[in-house]
Every structure is written in structure tokens, then in C-alpha cells.
């Protein structure tokens, strides 16, 4: 567990393996702005755990255009509707977990219309997005 580190000590851990990560769980860690842009770095990065780590929409849209992150958990952080957009230039995200964040429950049914084929989990709510369609004919 990466929780007694600070911020400083975990960018030391993770820069030199950042090509090697492919899952990576920074839940509890109070992360800021460099440790978001250095995870967002990680070309191989698929599921991505920052629940209850205080991270917010500017620390969030550093990974505006992730190409690899399928799954996203940003549980009991300050997020807001404002970030959701940003997802939608995430081409392999399938799964993203909105529990006890700032986005209202109302305002969470409407984001599988906005994330086409993504999944969003938000405490008792399950809401699929219009799954994209296949054929090409």
C-alpha cells in the first residue's frame, strides 16, 4: 500500500515502472496535480483506482484522452458534472464508479447518454450507456 508515502515519495515508486503498470490502486493517498499528470502518463494503464484520494476535475481531466483505461473509480472524491465530458475523449473506458461524489443522482442517469458503452456505477444506481453499435452496414 502506497499510504504512508507522501506525494513526492510516490512519483519516486512509480516514474522509473510507469510503462509496466497496467493496474494501479492509489485509494486513500491524498494525491494532487503532479501525481495525477505522472499516472495519466502511464501508456499502459488500465484500471485505475482514486477513490477517497481528494481528487478533483483539474486533477481528474489529466486524463483527457487516455487511450488504454477501461476502468476509472473516483468514489468519494469532488467531483462534478462538469468533469463527464472529459471521459468522452476516452476511447476504452468501459467502467466508471461515481459513488459519494458531488454529482447529483439525477444528473448521474443522464451520463449514460452522454458516455456512449460506458458503465457507471454509483452506489445502488447501475446506469449502461447505449452500447455502440457493430455493424457497419
Not at 457507471?120 to 447501475?126: D, F, H, R, T
Request: glycine share 6%; aromatic share 6%.
Amino acid at each position: 500500500s502506497l499510504k504512508t508515502y507522501d506525494n513526492e515519495m510516490i512519483e519516486r515508486l512509480l516514474e522509473p515502472i510507469k510503462n509496466q503498470v497496467s493496474w494501479l490502486n492509489l485509494a486513500g493517498n491524498e494525491i494532487n496535480g503532479d501525481i495525477a499528470e505522472l499516472v495519466a502518463s502511464f501508456p499502459n494503464l488500465t484500471r485505475l483506482s482514486l477513490a477517497d484520494t481528494n481528487a478533483d476535475n483539474d486533477s481528474i481531466r489529466e486524463f483527457e484522452g487516455h487511450e488504454t483505461l477501461t476502468s476509472l473509480n473516483l468514489t468519494g472524491n469532488p467531483v462534478t458534472m462538469d468533469i463527464i465530458n472529459n471521459f468522452r475523449s476516452m476511447p476504452s473506458l468501459q467502467t466508471l464508479f461515481l459513488w459519494g461524489t458531488e454529482i447529483r443522482e439525477d444528473d448521474i442517469a443522464t451520463i449514460g447518454d452522454t458516455l456512449t458503452g460506458v458503465t457507471v456505477i454509483s452506489g445502488a444506481e447501475l446506469i449502461k450507456g447505449p452500447a455502440i453499435s457493430k455493424d457497419t452496414e
